[in-house]
Antibody, heavy 121, light 113 residues
Framework: EVQLLDSGGGLVQSGGSLRLTCAAS????????MSWVRQAPGKGLEWVSS????????FHADSVKGRFTISRDNSKNTLYLQMNSLRAEDTAVYYC??????????????WGRGTLVTVSS | DIVMTQSPDSLAVSLGERATINCKSS????????????LAWYQQKPGQPPKLLIY???TRESGVPDRFSGSGSGTDFTLTISSLQAADVAVYYC?????????FGQGTELEIK
């Protein structure tokens, strides 16, 4: 059974940092692109970042570029999102999401439960 | 970026009736050489993460009831629930994964009339 356990959210002041973690199990982690998708309170879904399975190629939304860094450790089946220079508009539930294929040009077929990040101004 | 626009924003349908949600992309999401539309539909119930229902515009994810179907090509797509059940109350999102960045529609809230 595929499981994605995302954690690391919390309350942080504007300008602060947080590191989100997603522990994956139940599939070959090193064979799938992984992503973070966020959802502001009462709002829709917004893609944040993606990372390729093995060569570490990363992609970030313009809204977080230069502030957020996605990474992965295939030996630990773990995905990360380092978030720096946090702003109030980054307040959201952050979901870890698995791509159905090797590239992130595929649907998100499994999602974590989400971890809430609240940035106070 | 490809803009995804869903209609309507909210929808109330009687139990057992058909529900139809539309999604329009600002550019084609059809990869012609593969004849595949890079379009997915998700269902999100309150307090839960999204769940993949449909991908490649019309392929039902394993375990999804056959009352859910997807259709369309190019820039215009539809999610149809043939006979609405109480368990289908949720927000539905379309998403394109044809180009970077992947983008979602604004969501359609489906409720029981």
């Amino acid at each position: 059974e595929v499981q994605l356990l995302d954690s690391g959210g919390g309350l942080v002041q504007s300008g602060g940092s947080l590191r989100l973690t997603c522990a994956a199990s139940g599939f070959t982690f090193s064979s799938h692109a992984m992503s973070w998708v966020r959802q502001a309170p009462g709002k829709g879904l917004e893609w944040v970042s993606s990372i390729s399975p093995s060569d570490g190629t990363t992609f970030h939304a313009d809204s977080v570029k230069g502030r957020f860094t996605i990474s992965r450790d295939n030996s630990k089946n773990t995905l990360y999102l380092q978030m720096n220079s946090l702003r109030a508009e980054d307040t959201a539930v952050y979901y870890c999401a698995k791509s159905g294929g090797i590239t992130y040009y595929s649907p998100f077929d499994y999602w974590g439960r989400g971890t809430l990040v609240t940035v106070s101004s | 970026d490809i803009v995804m626009t869903q209609s309507p924003d909210s929808l109330a349908v009687s139990l057992g009736e058909r529900a139809t949600i539309n999604c329009k992309s600002s550019q084609t999401v059809l990869y012609s050489s593969k004849n595949k539309n890079y379009l997915a539909w998700y269902q999100q119930k309150p307090g839960q993460p999204p769940k993949l229902l449909i991908y490649w515009a019309s392929t039902r994810e394993s375990g999804v009831p056959d009352r859910f179907s997807g259709s369309g090509s190019g820039t215009d797509f539809t999610l149809t629930i043939s006979s609405l059940q109480a368990a289908d109350v949720a927000v539905y999102y379309c998403q394109q994964y044809f180009t970077s960045p992947p983008t979602f529609g604004q969501g359609t809230e489906l409720e029981i009339k």
